[in-house]
């Protein structure tokens, strides 16, 4: 009985120390947003409380907006909204529709363009879709057809970078076409800001919604927005005013600038310490250097693609389509959600599953911020390997450790 008893008591305290290593196995963010935070990040927030009023905090505000000048490059009106992105983006259509059956342009080749069409739709536009399919990017001959037949068309809308398939859009290419039709442009940039090129003034883009917990690897809580002294220009000529208070974007600057001497530079309460977070965050993207740090997510994404690859999976989009910040990869269905729930479960990676029409036959990789760089790559993929093996997925014989060598050694000058 002695025996039995030592046994059970050897059982309980190795499965009790099992239960306390998997609860403290550190998860790690490989996800489109939000993104995974860096220590000293998080430290920002254990910072006391400040008012969002009075001189100290004025002082950080106006330098935060300063920073995100920068990362959005223009010297036009930014803003923080203290909002999630989508409904950022809303404050849009708020103020650009006055009348239901206006005519709106809106570019869709994936779930968050979808989103776009049923926001216009909800605010009474008449959406004119310039579709593309999934995986594939935007039409830019279907584009001009659109804008050519419908002359009286007042904006177009346009995801920079489209993370339910993983295509980068071409927005250089779309601002050209719609300038040319002297159009209002805005812009998702929701999932690209501090991790993609996105040069506001010279692009000509009118309305621009950024982001902080994506590749900034920030705070969620907190969304820069840019807006061009044309976009105000033309809220300014309605004739009927915006429904909404908040989102009036006339009373929103107006209230901003009068409050602005009593040290409350915005309309509203805001989240002090994640706004400390961000100029954080946003102060650390302009040291690295934008260009460098741009070409950072690159190349870490193109490894995710070969490294992908060598397992014997197929990636959604073509090579030059492909995102800087998110992979989007296919699986067989029957496995989708077990293969995502094997590696939180063993090793605590959380990835992303499909969005959309896409939800079960496809798998999404945020490589953003402070996990685009090749340490984090080779775990995820070490495991994500392991996995497949596990599930048969790919053969268990595959072995791709002469592949990731390649790529530790080309992504080696990024090495945190």
């Not at 008591?9 to 860096?38: C, H, N």
């Not at 779930?111 to 310039?130: P, Q, T």
């Not at 530079?265 to 400390?276: C, K």
Request: aromatic share 8%; hydrophobic share 40%.
């Amino acid at each position: 009985m002695r025996k039995i008893k030592d046994k059970k008591d050897k059982f309980l305290k190795t499965y009790i120390i099992w239960k306390q290593t998997k609860m403290a196995m550190r998860k790690t963010l490989y996800i489109p947003g939000p993104s995974e935070v860096e220590p000293e990040t998080l430290l920002e927030l254990a910072k006391p409380v400040i008012a969002h009023y009075g001189p100290d905090w004025h002082q950080l505000y106006n330098e935060t907006c300063e920073v995100a000048k920068k990362i959005f490059s223009t010297n036009e009106y930014v803003t923080l909204l203290p909002l999630p992105g989508s409904v950022c983006l809303e404050m849009s259509a708020f103020n650009l529709i006055e009348k239901d059956g206006e005519k709106f342009v809106a570019i869709t080749n994936g779930f968050f363009g979808d989103n776009i069409v049923e926001m216009l739709s909800a605010h009474g536009a008449k959406v004119l879709k310039v579709e593309s399919e999934w995986g594939k990017n935007v039409d830019l001959k279907k584009l001009e057809e659109v804008l050519d037949e419908n002359p009286e068309t007042k904006a177009v809308y346009l995801v920079h970078n489209e993370t339910s398939t993983g295509v980068l859009n071409d927005l250089k290419k779309v601002a050209e076409v719609v300038k040319k039709r002297d159009k209002i442009l805005v812009v998702d940039a929701i999932s690209s800001y501090g991790g993609v090129e996105l040069d506001f003034d010279r692009l000509g883009i009118d309305f621009a919604v950024g982001y902080a917990s994506k590749c900034l690897s920030g705070i969620n809580g907190i969304c820069p927005v840019a807006i061009s002294k044309r976009f105000i220009e033309e809220v300014g000529k309605r004739k009927t005013p915006v429904k909404s208070h908040y989102f009036n974007l006339t009373t929103y600057m107006r209230l901003s600038e009068e409050w602005a001497s009593i040290g409350h530079p915005h309309p509203t309460s805001m989240p002090t310490p994640v706004v400390r977070a961000f100029y954080h965050v946003a102060k650390k993207a302009l040291e690295e250097g934008l260009e460098i740090r741009y070409r950072r997510h690159a190349d870490v994404a193109k490894a995710y693609r070969k490294a992908i690859r060598a397992l014997g999976l197929n990636i959604l989009p073509k090579e030059e389509d492909a995102s800087p910040t998110v992979t989007t990869f296919i699986v067989p269905e029957k496995v989708n959600g077990k293969i995502r729930s094997t590696l939180y479960k063993n090793f605590g990676y959380m990835i992303s599953g499909g969005l959309g029409k896409l939800e079960n036959i496809t798998l999404r990789i945020g490589h953003m911020g402070y996990t685009a760089n090749p340490e984090f790559l080779i775990k995820l993929v070490t495991a994500l390997e392991t996995v497949l093996k596990r599930l048969e997925v790919i053969n268990r014989n595959l072995n791709i450790t002469d592949e990731l060598a390649d790529i530790w050694e080309s992504l080696r000058q990024y090495i945190i």
